[in-house]
């Protein structure tokens, strides 16, 4: 990339889904440290303000931008495909203006894989771009194998078992069944959002918050497939020794009632900041978390169960036994929670901050995935890492007790401890001096400077 030395600004660009903003917000805290000032490209509604007063970083709001359709159920895909095509134009102008106030003193433009009206601005501006995947290293292979699908045969080869059940070439321990295509609305148009996705137009590399130690058979088939430089600079958070922006305000008191559990006694249940789930799964997870006679820290978020504000909903007598038995807030300092030595379990939807932040303090998890990438995810913690225990089907209350039994108090469960500690020494390296992760931020740096 040719620019002076002066071009330091780099504009990022968030897709406005908490889970995407973190990331790439901690990105932005990693670069800011480099040198770099950091522009941040709104959409209406992004959840990015607490970040405001961070030296170093500006904020824009594309105009006239919509994020969120709220007079419309659209189908995840349908609400992407959407998102690109209104935000284009004035993402563009605001783009050429900043040119003309800065003096042309962008060095590139970083956008998250899903926002890839950003990577069409910057060709058509001649503007440097790179690709930024919150997501794993396999979940973007996969989506390369996606891409070349024919959605018509593959629907109908899915209904054969023993098709369902064929590992994708070099993808051990996939099977085609495990390809991240169910919960997005028709297939057709999750291609064809998907073939947008891995077209990389003008990108001069992919940054992806992973580690290599994790994922170095997927980065190398990513690599193969992508064939422009890939940086695995993960974990973000500790690179930039921030959690990132809080979608709502976290309630420290559960420290205060972590600090009086026995250590490796706790399991900390946390399904993220967008699952929905109904009143009857609520209760079979209630009563199983308090059947296990383990103590339980419980996030249950605002609007999480279906139809209703918070827990007044549950039972008066299951919301006493909850309360006696453990300790339920609306948001969790989750990093902290996880870094707690009374915690001796993860339940988690499997978004993969929640899994890296889990992996890098060496705590075990129980997967209760929902959709997509997440189950990808929970298929490389039971099976690829062995460091986690899949909850499938419907939640059944002894079900649940029995996962937590099996994973704070049994043998296995010490057995996938004593993994994922391994794995969290590994991941903390990857950060240090010398590590893979470290060696990859300076070759990023270096690839912006030059």
Known sequence: MEKSATKRRIVLVPLPLHGHITPMMQLGRVLNLKGFSITVAQVESNQ???????????????????????????????????????????????????????????????YDEFMYFSGAAATELKLPSLIFSTQTAIHKVCCYVISKLNPKKFLIDMQDPELQNKLVENLHPLSYKDLPTAGFGPLERLIELIREIVNKRTASAVIINTVTCLESSSLT???????????PLGPLHISASSSGPNLLEEDMSCIEWLNKQKPRSVIYISLGSMVQMETKEVLEMAWGLCSSNQPFLWVIRPG???????????????????????????WAPQIEVLGHPSVGGFWSHCGWNSILESIAEGVPMICRPFQGEQKLNAKYIVSGWSVGIHLEGEVERGEVERAVKRLIVDEEGAGMRERALGLKEKVKASTRSGGSSYNALDELVTHLST
């Not at 405001?52 to 105009?63: C, D, K, R, V, Y």
């Not at 088939?221 to 940086?231: G, N």
């Open 48 to 110: 990015v303000s607490s970040w405001q007063h961070s030296s170093g970083f500006e904020f824009f709001t594309i105009p006239k931008s919509v994020s969120l359709f709220q007079d419309e159920a659209l189908e995840p895909v349908e609400y992407l495909i959407r998102l690109n095509k209104t935000n284009e134009a004035g993402f563009k102008d605001c783009i050429t203006q900043l040119l003309i106030q800065g003096g042309n003193d962008i060095a590139c433009i970083i």
């Open 221 to 231: 088939r990513l690599q193969q497939e992508i064939s422009i430089p890939v940086y």
């Open 304 to 330: 999480s169960i279906a139809g209703f504000e918070w827990i007044e909903s549950l039972p008066k007598e299951v919301i006493r036994m909850v309360s006696e038995k453990g300790y339920v807030v609306k």
